[in-house]
C-alpha cells in the first residue's frame, strides 16, 4: 500500500534547525531568548496594523489569556462561534464562566451577526453579564469582520478573535488576528506554520503585552523573593520552539500559495465531477489561506462513503466540526440559531491539503476520488 497522505501535516522550511543550533550554542535553552524576540518580531510586521505579539505554548492558552485579560470570570457570559475547534470554547468553562453558542452563517460558516445581535438582544433583556464573543474564521476562511466589529461597538462587548488557522488569511486587505480586540494563532502540527506546538496571542498595547507575558509567566509581582498577586499560568512560548517558528515565518507565503493551489486543485476536479460544492470564497473582499480545502456533499450517507472510501486508499479525510452545541460536554448550555451548523458538519467533509503534497499524493487523491464518483 502507498504511504499516508494525510489531511495537513507539518511542512519544514529549511533555517528551523540553524535557529534551534542558535539557541544551544548561546544556552537559552529556556522560556526566554532571541528566538522568541525575533518570532515575535517577524509576526508582528507580517500582520501590521500596529499590534503586539506574545508568542505562547499554544492557541488554547492564547484564548484562555484573552478571556483572563477581558475579566471573564464565574458569572460572566462568553458568545461563542458554535461551529468551531473545541479549543476555541474549553477556555470559557476553566474561567468557570458559561458559554452561550450561536449558529453560523452559510457564506463564510462562520458566527451569523443576525443570529448574534439576536441573542445579545435577549442576553442583555435577561440582565445577563454578557464579557466576550469569539469568533472564529472557519479553515482559514475570514469571518464578516465589518459587521461582526459593528455588532460589538453597539453593544460594547470585546470580540477575541480565533485566528489559529487564520495566518494569512485577510479581508478587505487587512491581515486576520488583528480585527478583534484580541487575536489568537496556533502553531500545532497540522497548521499553516507549525512550532511543534504552539500560539500566540495578538494584542493592542505594550502594556497589554506585559500584562498577558506577566500572566504567562506565573504572575510573578515584582520583588527580589517570589511574591505573587495573582493567579498566574505558565504558557510561554519555548525558546527551542520560536526557532522553529523563525524558520517557519520565511517560507509562510510559500506555504500560503500551495495551499490556495490545492484549494484550485479541487475546484477544478468538482466542477468535472459536480454534485460537490467547494467551500469558496464569497467575494475578492475575502482572501482565505485554505489552510484547509472542505466540501459539501448532497447528504451524510454520502460524506461518510466518500469518508471510507479515501480511508481505503489510505488518504486521510475528516468530518467538518461537530458543532459545539451539540457536543455531551457543551449541550447544556444556550444555543442561539438554526440548523447551519448542524448541516455543514452532517454533510461537510475537509480533504488533503497541506502544503507538501507532491504530484504523486496529489494524483492518487484526483484517482480515489474519480472512482467514487463514477461507481
Ligand atoms: C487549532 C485550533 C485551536 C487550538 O490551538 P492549539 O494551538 O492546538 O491549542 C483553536 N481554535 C481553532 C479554530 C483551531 O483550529
Known amino acids: 500500500m502507498n504511504s499516508k497522505i494525510w489531511l495537513s501535516s507539518p511542512h519544514i522550511g529549511g533555517s528551523e534547525q540553524r535557529y534551534i543550533k542558535e539557541a544551544f550554542d548561546s544556552n537559552w535553552v529556556a522560556p526566554i531568548g532571541l528566538n522568541i524576540d525575533h518570532f515575535e518580531d517577524s509576526l508582528q510586521s507580517y500582520i501590521g496594523e500596529d499590534k503586539r505579539c506574545v508568542a505562547l505554548n499554544s492557541g488554547s492558552s492564547a484564548i484562555h489569556l484573552a478571556l483572563v485579560l477581558l475579566g471573564v470570570s464565574v458569572g460572566s457570559e462568553v458568545l461563542c462561534q458554535s461551529f468551531t475547534f473545541v479549543a476555541s470554547a474549553n477556555p470559557i468553562l476553566y474561567l468557570g464562566a458559561t458559554p452561550i453558542f450561536i449558529d ?48 460589538s461597538e453597539k453593544y460594547n462587548i470585546p470580540i477575541i478573535e480565533d485566528a489559529a488557522s487564520a495566518l494569512g488569511s485577510s479581508f478587505k486587505n487587512q491581515q486576520c488576528g488583528t480585527f478583534g480586540n484580541f487575536g489568537v494563532f496556533s502553531f500545532n502540527g497540522n497548521k499553516i506554520i507549525t512550532t ?3 500560539g500566540a496571542l495578538i494584542c493592542n498595547s505594550d502594556k497589554e503585552k506585559e500584562k498577558a507575558i506577566f500572566l504567562a509567566t506565573q504572575a510573578r509581582d515584582n520583588a527580589p523573593h517570589y511574591q505573587h ?133 496529489k494524483d492518487g487523491i484526483k484517482r480515489s476520488i474519480t472512482s467514487f464518483f463514477k461507481a
Open 229 to 361: 498577586s495573582e493567579v498566574g499560568y505558565n504558557y510561554r512560548m519555548s525558546n527551542i520552539c520560536a526557532g522553529i517558528g523563525r524558520g517557519q515565518m520565511e517560507v509562510l507565503g510559500k506555504h500560503i500559495q500551495f495551499r490556495r493551489e490545492m484549494h484550485q486543485f479541487y475546484i477544478k476536479l468538482f466542477r468535472k465531477i459536480g454534485k460537490v460544492s467547494v467551500f469558496k470564497e464569497p467575494s475578492p473582499d475575502f482572501h482565505s489561506n485554505f489552510w484547509l480545502s472542505a466540501i459539501l456533499l448532497e447528504s451524510f450517507e454520502k460524506r461518510e462513503a466518500l469518508r471510507l472510501h479515501l480511508e481505503r486508499d489510505n488518504i486521510e479525510s475528516r468530518p467538518l466540526w461537530k458543532p459545539m452545541h451539540l457536543q455531551p460536554i457543551f449541550n447544556k448550555y444556550p444555543f442561539y440559531g438554526g440548523y447551519v451548523a448542524e448541516q455543514l458538519f452532517e454533510k461537510g467533509l475537509c480533504l488533503p491539503s497541506g502544503s507538501n503534497l507532491t504530484i504523486i499524493e
Open 196 to 198: 511543534s506546538s504552539g
Open 104 to 151: 453560523s452563517e452559510k457564506e463564510t460558516w462562520n458566527i451569523c451577526p443576525i443570529e448574534l445581535e439576536k441573542c445579545i438582544i435577549e442576553r442583555i433583556s435577561k440582565g445577563k453579564n454578557l464579557k466576550a464573543i469569539i469568533v472564529t474564521h472557519s479553515y482559514g476562511m475570514p469571518y464578516k469582520a465589518d459587521q461582526l466589529n459593528e455588532v
